[in-house]
């Protein structure tokens, strides 16, 4: 088995989640007493979020970067950063490093293709339904991408950092995000990205409306198992 270097921390919440499917998922593909053999550098959230805020992603992307070698220094076999948002630092980490970077876009592009479907709608911090470094990624797929309207960003943002970072788990915010899949349907979409590690907190179920869902989280994790035991 492989070491992967998990990257974390952005929220701690979801990096919670990497831990447990990972180790399940070596475990269900192993069995008996078989777990992850994980090296985790989980970080502090508020360093990142202030950079975020401030716009100063070459200071982040030299911040990530640093952790990233730590966990190669430690002798890992690959990363993955356990993040949505952050991999806009993807490629000036991926420069630093003599280990594979496993990209969180690439492992959801092949689950969604896997369901023979091409057009999806992209939920996630405004980060990454604004900037073009998740939507390129997933485009280089073959797969077209829609974001919500403007007003609609705001608060799928405004949950995720105010709620789901913090572990609240609200029933009006649900039903809400099911209100915004249902406006993205109209516009002819076949699947929806949860691109925000978070958010399958809120949603997680895997089909709403008719519209298949994609946690990013689990399509991470999928590819990370995948590459431990190949």
């Given at each position: 088995?492989?070491?992967?270097?998990?990257?974390?921390?952005?929220s701690?919440?979801?990096?919670?989640l990497?831990?447990q499917?990972i180790?399940?998922g070596i475990q269900?593909?192993?069995?008996s007493l078989?777990?992850?053999?994980i090296?985790l550098n989980?970080?502090?959230?508020a360093?990142i979020?202030?950079?975020?805020?401030q716009?100063?992603w070459?200071?982040?992307?030299?911040?990530?970067?640093?952790?990233?070698i730590?966990?190669?220094n430690?002798?890992?076999?690959g990363?993955?950063?356990?993040t949505?948002?952050m991999?806009i630092?993807a490629p000036?980490i991926?420069?630093?490093?003599?280990v594979p970077?496993?990209?969180?876009?690439?492992?959801?592009?092949q689950?969604?293709?896997?369901?023979?479907?091409r057009?999806?709608a992209l939920?996630?911090?405004?980060?990454?339904?604004e900037?073009?470094?998740?939507?390129?990624q997933l485009?280089s797929?073959?797969i077209?991408?829609?974001?919500p309207?403007?007003?609609?960003?705001k608060?799928?943002?405004?949950?995720?950092?105010?709620e789901?970072?913090c572990?609240?788990?609200?029933e009006?915010?649900?039903?809400?995000f099911i209100?915004?899949?249902?406006k993205?349907?109209?516009?002819?979409?076949?699947?929806v990205v949860?691109?925000c590690?978070?958010?399958g907190?809120?949603?997680?179920?895997?089909?709403?409306l008719?519209?298949?869902l994609?946690d990013?989280?689990?399509?991470?994790?999928?590819?990370?198992?995948?590459?431990?035991?190949?």
């Amino acid at each position: 088995m492989k070491t992967i270097g998990l990257l974390g921390g952005m929220s701690w919440e979801s990096t919670d989640l990497y831990y447990q499917q990972i180790n399940r998922g070596i475990q269900r593909e192993l069995g008996s007493l078989n777990s992850a053999q994980i090296i985790l550098n989980s970080i502090n959230f508020a360093q990142i979020e202030i950079l975020q805020q401030q716009g100063k992603w070459k200071e982040a992307s030299d911040f990530l970067t640093r952790e990233a070698i730590k966990l190669q220094n430690a002798g890992v076999d690959g990363i993955a950063l356990c993040t949505n948002t952050m991999h806009i630092c993807a490629p000036e980490i991926i420069d630093e490093l003599s280990v594979p970077f496993l990209h969180i876009a690439d492992a959801t592009a092949q689950a969604v293709l896997q369901k023979n479907i091409r057009h999806i709608a992209l939920l996630g911090t405004l980060f990454t339904m604004e900037q073009n470094f998740y939507k390129d990624q997933l485009q280089s797929h073959d797969i077209k991408v829609t974001i919500p309207q403007v007003e609609d960003r705001k608060f799928v943002h405004k949950v995720i950092y105010e709620e789901l970072c913090c572990g609240q788990i609200h029933e009006s915010s649900r039903l809400q995000f099911i209100e915004i899949i249902r406006k993205l349907k109209n516009e002819g979409i076949q699947g929806v990205v949860l691109g925000c590690t978070e958010i399958g907190m809120l949603l997680p179920d895997e089909n709403i409306l008719n519209i298949p869902l994609f946690d990013t989280t689990k399509a991470h994790v999928n590819q990370i198992i995948q590459f431990m035991l190949d």
